[in-house]
């Protein structure tokens, strides 16, 4: 269990609740098998229209309200997140009520926590998002504890001493790592469709992460009031909780860092103060958190918040940065000398991310779109962006430079053949080419004669290759790019 002295420094929580979210790819060409799948599974498709919805998922006492978050976006935004119809560039969201009471046991101790529901997004290109939502059932809990349980829980595969001794209960049943739990419970149709060729030549991971290899956490902490100074919500305390440092294998309160002037910088660059010293947000690449000590009405406000226009525009913001650098990846492995239709295709797709998705502005009111903007330079969003218009850049460039060295060899090919069979041929074989010809001429042929033939024929085929091979290239360069529009 955790240090009590530990224990008696620190604030408690009275609210604890968590989203955990894992990016991952979609095999090509299964988008429509794996919805029908979610929707055999009991998965329900997401409308705004469906108002029904809006306190089906977050647990009693929260609501979402779906007119809030569509005038939340503006409407080029609103289009790509809450699609009225089978768009598939856009965010598909399939939801599911769990209501699952469950345990995960630590060597800290355990806390008994609840599923809520679950969450499936399919977005385009071929991306996915996968949404645990949790509340932790414990009252007065420590913050350590719920920092050291949003740690375990988001590390899908075992690999450190405290997540090898962690293990999940559900229904009379064990897990012994959150990936069987996710797996294997939760969404047990969902591993099939995973596209494992972007970890390709990996050696220890055995899942398809684009960031890295645990989930992304998404928290709301509502904190007990109180008069102490262990209630404030102190620069330390907001450290730990963007970098979810728990306890100790001793069970003591742990912090990553101990130069005060590094946290005190830290937090100056990744905290939301404008509702201080009551209310901050703190945002980094494995975090996004809101930490409270509002009155409990104002506090159900804010968590409303977290599970509606805040956890789309961080969604939106994994979306940003996961295409941009699966963009990178496609740039960095391109054989430049010969994937002539694979800088095609990426030519079209930097296009179409940056004509349909990627807009500077998203959010229509003031704290949202800086909530938003926090977020993506957290991502560094901007930076890859202007990284992946240089590769554009760099691509036309050099499309422009090899077309028209492939226009000036084609011309001087077939500048030589015409010249060739035009001085050869009109004047000693084109004669004899003429109405029904007499293939014995051929035997007495001089050895320019011959040249003369060769080579009329010879430019024949080659026009006749050379246009089917346009009309071939032209029919190809269609169908990617309805192949690349649907996805």
């Not at 500048?415 to 003429?434: A, C, E, H, P, R």
């Amino acid at each position: 269990m955790a240090n009590p002295a530990a224990e008696k420094q620190e604030p408690k929580l009275h609210t604890v609740l968590q989203q955990f979210i894992f990016p991952f790819s979609i095999r090509d060409g299964e988008d429509d098998r794996l919805i029908q799948q979610l929707e055999e599974d009991g998965f329900t498709r997401f409308h705004l229209s469906n108002k029904n919805l809006q306190d089906a998922y977050y647990g009693e006492g929260y609501c979402v309200s779906h007119e809030k978050m569509e005038r939340s976006y503006l409407p080029f935004a609103s289009h790509v997140l809450f699609p009225r119809d089978q768009e598939k560039d856009s965010f598909r969201r399939f939801s599911k009520a769990n209501d699952l009471q469950c345990t995960l046991e630590m060597p800290s101790g355990s806390i008994a926590f609840r599923v809520l529901s679950t969450d499936i997004f399919v977005c385009p290109f071929q991306l996915g998002f996968l949404t645990i939502r949790v509340r932790i059932e414990e009252e007065h809990l420590p913050f350590s504890m719920a920092l050291e349980f949003a740690d375990r829980f988001r590390t899908l595969e075992d690999i450190s001493y405290q997540d090898k001794h962690t293990t999940i209960r559900c229904r009379e049943r064990e897990f012994g790592e959150v990936e069987d739990f996710l797996f294997k419970n939760l969404v047990e149709g969902l591993r099939s469709f995973l596209d494992a060729s972007e970890i390709n030549g990996a050696y220890f991971e055995t899942l398809p992460f684009f960031v890295d290899e645990r989930m992304m956490v998404q928290a709301f902490y509502g904190f007990e009031r109180g008069d102490g100074e262990a209630d404030e919500l102190s620069v330390p305390l907001r450290y730990r909780a963007s970098q979810l440092d728990g306890l100790t294998i001793e069970g003591r309160a742990y912090t990553s860092a101990s130069d005060p002037d590094y946290i005190q910088a830290y937090c100056r660059e990744h905290s939301y103060d404008r509702w201080g010293p009551d209310t901050y947000y703190m945002t980094n690449e494995q975090t996004f958190c809101c930490l409270s000590r509002a009155e409990p009405n104002i506090a159900v406000q804010l968590a409303n918040q977290m599970y509606g226009e805040y956890y789309y525009g961080l969604l939106l913001s994994l979306f940003h940065k996961i295409v941009l650098l699966k963009l990178a990846n496609l740039h960095s492995r391109l054989r430049i000398n010969r994937d002539y239709d694979e800088i095609e295709n990426l030519i079209f797709l930097i296009n179409k991310f940056s004509a349909k998705f990627y807009f500077l502005e998203l959010i229509s009111q003031s704290q949202g779109r800086e909530i938003f903007i926090q977020l993506r330079k957290v991502y560094g969003n901007d930076a890859l962006f202007e990284e992946v218009k240089m590769t554009l850049s760099d691509l036309f460039q050099y499309q422009e430079k090899f077309q028209a060295k492939r226009r000036d060899t084609l011309l001087m090919i077939l500048t030589v053949f015409t010249v060739v069979s035009g001085i050869y041929g009109m004047n000693q074989v084109i004669d004899d080419l003429k109405g029904n010809i007499d293939w014995s001429k051929i035997r007495g042929y001089s050895p320019f004669e011959y040249l003369a033939l060769f080579v009329t024929f010879i430019g024949i085929a080659a026009s006749i290759i050379l246009t089917l091979k346009e009309l071939w290239n032209s029919i190809r360069s269609r169908r990617r790019k309805k192949f690349y529009a649907k996805e």
